[in-house]
Nanobody, 120 residues
């Protein structure tokens, strides 16, 4: 199955910033929502932020005011600017999107994940 491609994770001190990027292959068309999920160690995957094709964002309460999602529909890319990072933001971050690939609709396309580690 086709995968999204994330980049931008890494190690940062508390209070620092990171920017994640995600690209959907050109073979995916008709993308509606693009967003980010994360899976902290030992926990379930959770929504971080999502943005509709019309540019409407939705954030988890835990990141409101600190994270900003944006997207470039023409480039099929979505970004996550993460500021004022906290140790509890440590997780594997996954890009997610829906769309059509080879004529079939997929409501859950994922990237391979990128590690974000925030040290205290």
């Amino acid at each position: 199955q086709v995968q999204l491609v994330e980049s931008g994770g890494g190690l940062v001190q508390a209070g620092g910033s990171l920017r994640l990027s995600c690209a959907a292959p050109g073979s995916i068309i008709g993308i509606n929502d693009m967003g980010w999920y994360r899976q902290p160690p030992g926990k379930q995957r959770e929504l971080v932020a999502v943005m509709s094709s019309g540019g409407i964002p939705n954030y988890a309460d835990s990141v409101k005011g600190r994270f900003t999602i944006s997207r470039d529909n023409a480039k099929k890319m979505v970004y996550l600017q993460m500021n004022s990072l906290k140790p509890e933001d440590t997780a594997v971050y996954y890009c997610n999107a829906d769309g059509y690939y080879r004529g079939r609709y997929y409501d859950d396309l994922w990237g391979q994940g990128t590690q974000v580690t925030v040290s205290s």
